[in-house]
């Protein structure tokens, strides 16, 4: 059995909370049109309001209900209201109820009074700024950092991030906190990956992406999408990889550094899908970029969201690897490598830029064997072997693996002896990687 009250609420679509949010407002309309006390904060149960619509009362309820529930329904009774609907007349056809100017009054109250609650609703921006500042603070420590540390850096700011978007409603300081928490989660990606778990970079790289979707952040969301790339053709999926660094190029506003790192992967991509012919253009494209365009992330940013013309070359040996062009990737590894010994006589090189020269080293020596150099093969590899663990992150464990792969390969002309000492002391070497350092990061996505 349900009272005409409920029958009223329910024909409006009113919840139990607006009906007691209304009630209210009523009741400070009537207390500054009175001046009665009686109508001065009442106090109103959501399990009062269920009696009320479940109908069944004995009784009149007490001032000032009687009052207010009349002013909330113009030419009804309270008696009729809290009486059995099937003993009063219909509700009439039309939903809502006649409006004065009370009523109106009441309306825009609640509107202020929501308007006061969301304004109040906010974060102070001292905290943003300390949080972006920390975002660049770790793009920019990534190459003096190793991987484990920057993945618990990261992660507490990108929970910080997201912690903050609950507290506030003013947009400009959503948008800021949702870029702060997409940058962090994209360093995340490149730190998981680099740490072993393919699974969690691929969730983070997701989420920094949907986090730029969000915001209309074209240069991170460009960035998420080229490591999303990365991680399908590590992954075994280039078609996929294909797809995502496509989507990602066809953004506007990115800056030649962007361009150059999209070109790059974009030629890794193709060179794992077997096209070979697209590998080379994007290859040389992303060594020719110039038109002096920047974007906020990249050359903004920078640091781990950079990449330079070193970084392309080293990605360019690989890719010429996967094509079984192995003079261009000596080429793209040896210059590679110049520009680094450059940087570090002038003592410039970092740890993560020691280990980028770590893998075009490797790089070169695969380039060597493929053209049954192995003296030269040798020669090229033999800093590796002196990373440290912390440092042996993925991509030279991959390459590593690929190494020891080729040197069983039977077309080449290697000395056995030399062959099986180079592959024990590369299974050696790998045994105790980055990733050694923690077990599997959760898969997130």
């Not at 997201?162 to 800021?176: A, C």
């Not at 970079?201 to 949907?210: F, K, Q």
């Not at 390969?409 to 592959?423: M, N």
Request: negative net charge.
């Amino acid at each position: 059995m349900q009272s005409l009250l409920g029958v009223l609420l329910s024909s409006n679509g009113e919840t139990t909370e607006e009906f007691i949010d209304r009630y209210r407002s009523t009741c400070a309309v009537l207390l500054k049109e009175t001046g009665n006390r009686d109508f001065h904060a009442p106090d109103l149960s959501a399990m009062t309001v269920t009696r009320w619509r479940n109908g069944g009362l004995k009784g009149i309820p007490r001032r000032p209900a009687p009052v207010v529930l009349q002013r909330m329904f113009p030419g009804r009774t309270v008696l009729e209201l809290l009486t059995s609907a099937d003993r009063c007349a219909p509700p009439p056809p039309v939903t809502g109820y006649t409006l004065n100017e009370g009523d109106l009054e009441m309306d825009a109250r609640r509107a202020a009074e929501r308007a006061s609650q969301a304004a109040a609703s906010n974060v102070e921006d001292m905290t943003i700024d300390e949080i972006e500042d920390d975002t660049f603070a770790l793009a920019s420590d990534y190459h003096t950092t190793p991987p484990f540390a920057v993945y618990g850096r990261a992660n507490t700011l990108l929970a910080t991030a997201t912690g903050l978007l609950e507290q506030t409603k003013i947009l400009t300081q959503q948008e800021r906190l949702y870029r702060a928490a997409g940058q962090a989660a994209a360093v995340l990606a490149t730190a998981s990956f680099d740490l072993g778990s393919t699974r969690a970079a691929t969730g983070y790289a997701r989420t920094a992406a949907m986090y730029a979707k969000i915001i209309e952040d074209g240069a991170l969301r460009a960035y998420a999408l080229g490591n999303l790339a990365i991680l399908a053709y590590w992954s075994g999926r280039p078609a996929q990889a294909v797809r995502h660094v496509e989507e990602a190029r066809s953004i506007s506003g990115l800056g030649d550094t962007a361009c150059r790192r999209l070109a790059a992967i974009s030629a890794r991509a193709y060179a794992h899908v077997g096209d070979a012919g697209s590998a080379r253009l994007a290859a040389e494209e992303a060594l020719i970029v110039d038109t002096g365009s920047r974007d906020d992330l990249h050359d903004g940013v920078g640091g781990e969201f950079g990449f330079s013309r070193r970084r392309a070359l080293m990605s360019n040996a690989t890719t010429h690897l996967l094509i079984d062009d192995g003079e261009a990737a000596a080429a793209a590894a040896q210059e590679a490598i110049d520009l680094m010994l450059q940087e570090q006589t002038a003592g410039r090189l970092t740890p993560q830029e020691v280990t980028d020269l770590a893998q075009a080293a490797i790089d070169l020596g695969r380039a060597r064997l493929l053209a049954s150099e192995f003296d030269g093969a040798i020669e090229a590899v033999s800093p590796v072997f002196d990373l440290g663990s912390e440092w042996r992150v993925e991509g030279v464990t991959h390459r590593s693996a690929a190494l020891r792969k080729d040197l069983a390969r039977p077309d080449l002309a290697l000395p056995q002896r030399g062959r099986v000492e180079l592959a024990e002391k590369i299974e050696d070497y790998t045994r105790v990687v980055a990733r050694s350092q923690l077990g599997t990061l959760p898969a997130i996505g």
